[in-house]
């Protein structure tokens, strides 16, 4: 059973940084490209970054030099340093895999 389990976010000043994490198991990790999206109130759920199993990245514009996304196939855990980030970064971050969804973690940027 594939599970997937966010944490990291919180409450952070404009300009601050946060790392979240997603921690998988039930499948072969380092087979699988994964990413994030996120959901702030009143909008659809939008991709912010994905990895693919070897590693490569991309971005969504606006994130772009900011955020880094990452993974450790030895600890089956994907990565998001989030850097320098701005009020319209809050959402509920999810962690993704194909169909597969964790429950999210809240990020909010306000002073």
């Known amino acids: 059973q594939v599970r997937l389990v966010e944490s990291g976010g919180g409450l952070v000043q404009p300009g601050g940084s946060l790392r979240l994490s997603c921690a998988a198991s039930g499948f072969s990790f380092s087979n699988y490209g994964m990413g994030w999206y996120r959901q702030a109130p009143g909008k659809q759920r939008e991709w912010v970054a994905g990895i693919s199993s070897g590693g490569v990245p991309n971005y969504l514009d606006s994130v772009k030099g900011r955020f880094t996304i990452s993974r450790d196939n030895t600890k089956n855990t994907m990565y998001l340093q989030m850097n320098d980030l701005k009020p319209e970064d809050t959402a509920v971050y999810y962690c993704?895999?194909?169909?597969?969804w964790g429950r999210g973690t809240q990020v909010t940027v306000s002073s």
């Open positions: 993704n895999m194909r169909y597969n």
